[in-house]
């Protein structure tokens, strides 16, 4: 495994809006009180798109989005993330220019609020830039670094915080991963982990994305989700995004409408396990819960 302390250590509590360059640094500042005992962050969906797989169409429209984003902070959300394509199996590929109309418009009104965080789910350099210019903070990319080589180099030209998916293809899928889950997501990072290092891009503002869903049967999922502490032993901050997944689906005999009950299960499991940030639809419920998963931490250490 490489060496991931040689980059210079990240801005802590600074409260100073941040420069073009340093867009990441609220988000450093966030991973770094999850490290202290924090409670995991949340991370609200916003699909602006016609055809995700869970809400596609609902927020497809820009001020419905951003209403959707406002109500999620409200319930307790520290991030929101705007995506413009859907990655869902066999999902209709959008434009670079297409995908820029869905998403600038609700990234600039969302990065105007007051200690709000935004992240971009993208896998386009020219979007990337487009959202980091207009107040996103956070590339979430579920190609881990590992598709368009442009994409690490955008995100550290912005100084951005980075999501670093496993993802062994370019969309989900119920297969395609060899073998042991976590070895292959274990790899996986160490190689977008050196492209990180290589565009420099900061340590203290990465996290990694195990990617429920994307390329995993549903023992896989399972297996990986009941090991998080074996990823966790990477020290790099885990984002978990298990919310209303079809493995969930499969296990419980339930539409994507009706999974709230597993996808909770499955935050909380993650919770405990040390994971920093979980990716949810319902926000308002899971506040509760990683709200009980903190304190219930902190009642063992004392």
């Known amino acids: 495994m490489t060496d991931r302390q040689t980059d210079k250590p990240g801005s802590g509590g600074r409260h100073a809006a941040p420069t ?20 995991a962050l949340l991370m609200g969906i916003i699909n602006a798109t016609p055809d995700s797989f869970s ?22 959300a520290d991030i929101l993330d705007v995506g413009g394509e859907s990655t869902r199996p066999g999902a209709e590929r959008v434009s670079e220019g297409d995908e820029i109309m869905r998403v600038v418009p609700v990234i600039e009104r969302l990065g105007a609020e007051r200690d709000t ?11 990337a830039d487009a959202a980091l210019s207009a107040g996103a903070h956070i590339l979430n990319d579920v190609q881990g670094l ?33 073998g042991d889950p976590v070895a292959a997501c274990t790899r996986f990072f160490d190689r977008s982990l050196e492209i990180a290092a290589r565009a420099g891009i900061r340590i203290d503002r990465i996290a990694l994305d195990p ?15 009941g090991r998080l502490n074996e990823l966790d032993r990477l020290g790099m901050p885990l984002l978990i995004g ?3 997944k079809s493995f969930i ?21 993650a919770a405990m396990a040390g994971a920093a940030i979980l990716r949810v639809h319902d926000v308002a419920e899971h506040a509760d819960a990683v709200r009980m998963v903190a304190a219930i931490r902190a009642a063992v250490e004392e």
Not at 149 to 173: D, E, K, R
């Open 249 to 269: 689906g499969k296990v419980l005999d339930r539409e994507v409408g009706d999974r709230l009950a597993g996808t909770l299960t499955t935050g909380v499991i």
């Open 146 to 178: 590992q598709g368009d080589a442009a994409l690490a180099g955008i995100a550290a030209a912005h100084g951005a915080g980075v999501v670093i998916m496993h993802n062994p293809g370019l969309t989900g899928s119920s297969g395609g991963t060899e």
């Open 20 to 39: 073009e360059a340093d867009r990441g640094a609220g988000f450093a500042a966030r991973l770094a009180r999850v490290r202290a005992g924090g409670p």
């Open 211 to 225: 990617g429920f869903g994307f390329g995993k049967s549903v023992n896989q999922n399972l297996a990986l989700l």
């Open 117 to 127: 965080l935004v992240s971009v789910d993208t896998v386009k350099p020219g979007v």
């Open 242 to 244: 298990t919310s209303r």
């Open 55 to 76: 809400d596609g169409g609902l927020f497809f429209d820009a001020d419905r989005a951003v209403a959707h984003g406002l109500a999620m902070l409200a319930e307790g």
